[in-house]
């Protein structure tokens, strides 16, 4: 089973920041884009941000202006940083690597649960 393992997560106050690391077996330098989705209860995953191999950066509109996601192909992985967390933003985070038809590399890990709360 080949899968990232996603660390970072916890419990921050509403306004706060968080950065959530992930960490690949092998080079992701090839790969076309490393994302960042996450889950809530009874939720469906959803699409948080992605970054291609060329740097571009693709955000869901509910976190533009508050989340800046990179890779270190180098290190082979991928941040999320996250500021102004709100309690929305409550879930469990995962990444994952795509192609360019948006097929996924990994099998889905454990994901870091992010609980934004007073």
């Known amino acids: 089973q080949v899968q990232l393992v996603e660390s970072g997560g916890g419990l921050v106050q509403p306004g706060g920041s968080l950065r959530l690391s992930c960490a690949a077996p092998?080079?992701?330098?090839?790969?076309?884009?490393m994302g960042w989705f996450r889950q809530a209860p009874r939720k469906e995953r959803e699409l948080v941000a992605t970054?291609?191999?060329?740097?571009?950066?693709n955000y869901a509109d509910s976190v533009k202006g508050r989340f800046t996601i990179s890779r270190d192909n180098a290190k082979n992985t991928v941040y999320l940083q996250m500021s102004s967390l709100k309690p929305e933003d409550t879930a469990v985070y995962y990444c994952?690597?795509?192609?360019?038809?948006?097929?996924?590399?990994?099998?889905w890990g454990k994901g870091t649960l992010v609980t934004v709360s007073s």
């Open positions: 994952n690597g795509r192609s360019l038809h948006g097929l996924y590399y990994y099998a």
């Open positions: 092998g080079s992701i330098s090839s790969i076309y884009a």
């Open positions: 970054v291609t191999s060329g740097g571009n950066t």
